[in-house]
């Protein structure tokens, strides 16, 4: 069998194709962030354009490296919510178009259900066929901080999630507040790499509600350290990203230890772009007494393998998406 996936929720153009077994034979990406430089953030009206002019390129691509046609295809799946609804379209409507021309069925994807999948990409660091449920998946990306209980495959359960900004949000906008350009995980992570984390205590969140998340509070207390404190900036400025990002980590992992805790799970995933922060990896792996998967290289952020993989689950449960599939701006799991 054959899956092409496609991924245009956001900023990124991709399409991958994977095997029966969850196998990828190829990932593409179209990345936009370099056209975003003098805009502090994505400009959804530009995104759907560029994924306009870019999508077939990039399916064209998928296809060539997998050393596959159109013809090959036996599966599409395409994310059709939640993102920008422009962005959204772009991908849909080509899905549409190429399974109704070649006759192939075609599954409609939930993005976030999608990052829960990309453990299982060529089964690392799961096995799709034998992994232990329940699992409590933390999704927490630019635009998601959320705890997932999930029974089994495909079953999910929303436990908890951010009452305000995402994490991804607090530390893009942290990011941009000492002048980095979107995205600011990876900035803040690799000039931080080097501080000292214990230099400023940023406050870490005490909310009632266990399962709930909060990072306005962390933000806002950054942004206004960054203000009060320019000379700093100067000397300490590794310790300062050290520190914040080590009041971020520190929130998302006690938190959901906790949960997983009182949730008696056999094992935590966690998903989206900020799973490939290292401090977060280091904490997790150091702290919990029970199993804690990360995806692999280059498939916590988002791509098509992983919309890909979660189709062929729903395909394999019988569910097929029709012609009249459309984007879908808002979705939850
Ligand atoms: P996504 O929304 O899943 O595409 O992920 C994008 C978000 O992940 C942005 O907020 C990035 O700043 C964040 N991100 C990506 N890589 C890292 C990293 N290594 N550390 C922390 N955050 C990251
Ligand atoms: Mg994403």
């Given at each position: 069998m054959n899956i092409l996936g496609i991924e245009t929720s956001c900023d990124d153009t991709a399409a991958a194709i994977i095997n029966e077994k969850g196998e990828v034979l190829s990932n593409v990406l179209s990345s936009q962030t370099q056209f975003y430089k003098d805009y502090g953030g994505i400009v959804p009206e530009i995104a759907s354009r560029k994924h306009a002019e870019l999508i077939g390129y990039v399916i064209e691509e998928a296809l060539k490296s997998a050393n596959r046609t159109l013809n090959d295809l036996n599966l599409i799946a395409v994310t059709?919510?939640?993102?920008?609804i422009g962005s959204l379209l772009i991908g849909v409507e080509a899905a549409k178009a190429i399974s109704f021309a070649k006759e192939i069925p075609l599954i409609g994807v939930n993005h976030l259900e999608g990052h829960i999948y990309s453990l299982f990409i060529n089964n690392k660091p799961l096995n799709i066929e034998r992994v232990e449920f329940p699992l409590l998946i933390l999704i927490v990306s630019g635009g998601h901080t959320e705890l997932v209980l999930m029974e089994e495959h495909i079953r999910y359960k929303l436990i908890g999630e951010t009452r305000d900004d995402a994490a991804g949000e607090a530390l893009d906008k942290f990011a941009r507040a000492l002048g980095f350009e979107y995205p600011g995980g990876p900035v803040i992570q690799k000039i931080g790499e080097k501080g000292d984390p214990s230099f400023f205590h940023f406050p870490r969140l005490s909310l009632k509600n266990p399962y709930e998340f909060s990072f306005s509070g962390l933000k806002t207390a950054g942004i206004y350290y960054l203000k009060k404190h320019e000379k700093e900036l100067k000397t300490h400025l590794p310790d300062i990203c050290a520190s914040f990002e080590d009041a971020l980590t520190d929130i998302l992992v006690n938190r959901t230890l906790k949960a997983a805790k009182a949730l008696k799970v056999k094992g935590i995933g966690i998903v989206g772009g900020?799973?490939?922060n290292k401090r977060l990896r280091k904490k997790f792996k150091t702290r919990s007494k029970i199993p804690v998967y990360f995806p692999q290289?280059?498939?916590?952020?988002?791509?098509a393998a992983m919309i890909a993989i979660n189709g062929l689950m729903h395909y394999k449960n019988g569910e097929r998406s029709n012609l009249l599939l459309d984007a879908v701006s808002r979705l939850n799991l």
């Open positions: 059709y919510g939640p993102g920008l900020v799973s490939a290289k280059g498939f916590s952020t988002d791509n």
